[in-house]
């Protein structure tokens, strides 16, 4: 069975609670359900990971070579900055999508760029939870063998 790692970020863990105007009332477990769901409707398995620690995020990335054949990430914050993470996902090179769940083009100016976004196949922003469940349809039918 094909087996997709989706990777959280910092303060994802947080939703539900972290600003509700923004975000939404749903939570990190919530939202894994439901891709667990299509993972399972799909054929695929879905491994959750999430954390705060830069760090983590990255060995989870490195542990996905070999052992996954595709990444959904939201680096949260990370986004914006993280070259070590950018350089995880690209040296892996398996098929990743980033997701965000607001639009963070039409946010704050420095939510805009994206260092991740050159490794990854897609970039999905604003679908809320809804973009997680995109970008493994996607994967599953365009990048997953």
Avoid: W
């Avoid at 069975?1 to 959280?8: D, G, S, Y």
């Avoid at 999508?97 to 922003?125: A, G, M, P, W, Y």
Wanted: proline residues 3%; glycine residues 8%.
């Amino acid at each position: 069975m094909k087996q997709i790692f989706v990777i959280n970020g910092p303060n994802l863990n947080m939703l539900g609670i972290r600003e509700p105007a923004i975000y939404g009332h749903t939570t990190l477990d919530d939202i894994n359900k439901e891709i667990k769901e299509l993972g399972d409707r799909l054929g695929v398995a879905c491994e959750f990971f999430q954390s705060n620690s830069e760090g983590a995020l990255i060995d989870k990335i490195q542990s996905a070579y070999k052992n996954a054949d595709g990444i959904i990430i939201n680096p949260g914050a990370y986004t914006h900055y993280s070259y070590a993470i950018r350089d995880a996902l690209a040296s892996v090179d398996l098929p990743a999508i980033e997701v965000h769940l607001s639009d963070i083009n039409s946010r704050e100016e420095f939510r805009r760029h994206s260092v991740t976004k050159d490794v990854c196949r897609e970039q999905i922003s604003g679908l809320g939870k809804d973009g997680y469940l995109k970008a493994l349809q996607i994967l599953v039918e365009q990048y997953v063998d």
